[in-house]
């Protein structure tokens, strides 16, 4: 019955390599989203989308491409890995935009060598 | 700019004590706060949050103060207990936002002592 789930949930892979990570809610919300947290535990939101609909892309680079196939799901894509890339991605889900709380996945630890 | 602060990085509890955790923010426009609990292996949960037109909430244990004149935010956990260690991250929306970005401030760390 896990709310906001996202796979896999550790990710080891070299640099250069291209890699995804998957993101489901079950929580029938309409906006879902990407953070980043770095090793000193920064978060830091790189992406949102409402409805499929793409509404924040918090100056990420383009080797980061998000997809959300529908409202329930929320992938994203890296291509071309670079070390500087390893951290906690985690995935969000709000009920709408705005002023809502939102509920987190357990994240997927990347570590690029 | 855009920043959410805490005052302190790391806070020690004896169990059974009362915690008190601050946040700082800068943005004077915003709305919304939200108290996030974050333990080893897992993502953020969420505690309590306050709109900007509330100076106080409380939860179950747990109660939010919001002053806006000095922009700070506390969050006080009643009686703490050994399961309340974790890191905490108190987080806003911006007013001119209404997109859902939540600003996270860099965390506190919360220990409690049997």
């Known amino acids: 019955d896990t709310a906001v789930s996202q796979t896999p949930k550790y990710l080891v892979t070299q640099m250069g390599n291209d890699k995804s990570i998957k993101c489901e809610q079950n929580?029938?919300?309409?906006?879902m989203y990407w953070y980043k947290q770095d090793s000193k535990k920064f978060l830091k939101i790189m992406f949102s989308?409402?409805?499929?609909?793409?509404?924040i892309n918090e100056t990420v680079p383009n080797r980061f491409s998000p997809k959300s196939p529908d409202k329930a799901h929320l992938n994203l894509h890296i291509n071309s890995l670079e070390l500087g890339d390893s951290a906690v991605y985690f995935c969000?889900?709000?009920?709408?935009?705005?002023?809502?709380?939102?509920?987190f996945g357990n994240g997927t630890r990347l570590t690029v060598t | 700019g855009e920043s959410v602060g805490l005052h302190l990085p790391t806070l020690s509890v004896q169990e059974g004590d009362n915690s008190i955790i601050n946040c700082a923010y800068s943005n004077s426009a915003s709305d919304y706060f939200i108290w996030y609990k974050q333990e080893s292996g897992k993502g953020p949960q969420f505690i309590i949050d306050i709109r900007s037109n509330m100076d106080k909430r409380q939860g179950q244990r747990v109660t939010v103060l919001l002053n806006k004149t000095v922009k700070h935010l506390s969050l006080q956990i009643a009686a703490t207990q050994p399961g309340d260690s974790a890191v905490y991250f108190c987080?806003?929306?911006?007013?001119?936002?209404?997109?859902?970005?939540?600003?996270f401030g860099q965390g506190t760390t919360l220990q409690v002592k049997p």
């Open positions: 989308y409402n409805n499929k609909e793409l509404i």
């Open positions: 969000a889900s709000s009920p709408r935009q705005g002023n809502s709380p939102l509920h």
């Open positions: 987080a806003e929306t911006p007013n001119s936002s209404n997109t859902g970005k939540l600003i």
């Open positions: 929580l029938g919300h309409d906006t």
